[in-house]
């Protein structure tokens, strides 16, 4: 099945080797990544500790791919003109951390970043509704957000699809991207709910070949005979 939308494949550093970071992300740009994913988690928000604007600063001068800034942390908007200097392409927040959503959305804006709106697995499509016009992009998280290598919530596929549905009927503009348990064998629900970015952590970064894993991602939306001419086409 095809679904017309451009699919873009976001690697997420959370699973990379820290010791040798730009190596890493020169290795997945070479592999055809489009975008890299950069998960901050604050210890408070989230039950783990990751990195913040200076890790940022570092890969925008290593790479050109766009960075996708996600940010769990319980106040992201003390954060944001950082973020922004850093090179962040884009900034997502999550609503369960901010109070002022729609002041939030506006502050990345205003910085020329792409503003980014997630939510939890827990947290109802309902909580959108007023903001889905002013964002850039909508990310569904689809796993309890804090680890890398998760398994995927299988109720997550309806969510993308509300999410698909609240898109398109309010003609906005935002992007549809879905982070947590994303694999191969399961990208094919999660495309044809509508999704367009898919992050992928431990998918992309605990494989040998990184080239084969971003094209297998991709692939999840061509029809089968495509999917090895890709692959072959790759070796
Ligand atoms: C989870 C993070 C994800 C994580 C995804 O809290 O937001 O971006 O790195 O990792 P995988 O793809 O391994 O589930
Ligand atoms: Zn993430």
Redesign the pocket.
């Known amino acids: 099945m095809t679904t017309g939308r451009t699919i873009r494949i976001a690697p ?1 550093i959370l699973s990379a080797d820290f010791a040798r970071l730009a190596d890493e992300v020169a290795r997945v740009e070479e592999a055809g990544a489009d975008w890299l ?1 950069i ?1 901050v988690m604050d210890g408070h928000f989230v039950p783990n500790l990751t990195v913040g604007p200076p890790i940022v600063e570092a890969l925008r001068k290593v790479t050109t791919l766009p960075l996708d800034v ?1 940010l769990m942390m319980t106040n992201p908007d003390a954060f944001i003109q950082e973020f922004a200097e850093a090179g962040a392409d884009s900034l997502t927040v999550h609503v369960e951390t901010c109070p002022h959503l729609h002041r939030t959305v506006q502050s990345i804006k205003e910085r020329g970043v792409k503003a980014g709106v997630t939510l939890n697995p827990a947290t109802p499509v309902g909580t959108l509704s007023e903001i889905v016009r002013d964002a850039d992009l909508i990310l569904v998280m689809s796993v309890n957000p804090g680890f890398g290598g998760q398994q995927f919530i299988p109720s997550s596929l309806q969510k993308i699809a509300e999410v698909r549905t609240l898109i398109d009927r309010t003609q906005s503009r935002a992007l549809l991207e879905v ?1 947590g348990g994303v694999k191969p064998d399961n990208v094919k629900e999660i495309l044809a709910a509508g999704a367009e970015v898919l ?1 992928a952590g431990s998918a992309v970064f605990s494989s040998h070949d990184y080239a084969a894993a971003i094209t297998a991602l991709r692939a999840g939306h061509q029809p089968a005979a495509r999917i090895s001419r890709i692959a072959a086409a790759q070796r």
């Open positions: 997420s994913h998960d996600h982070d992050v």
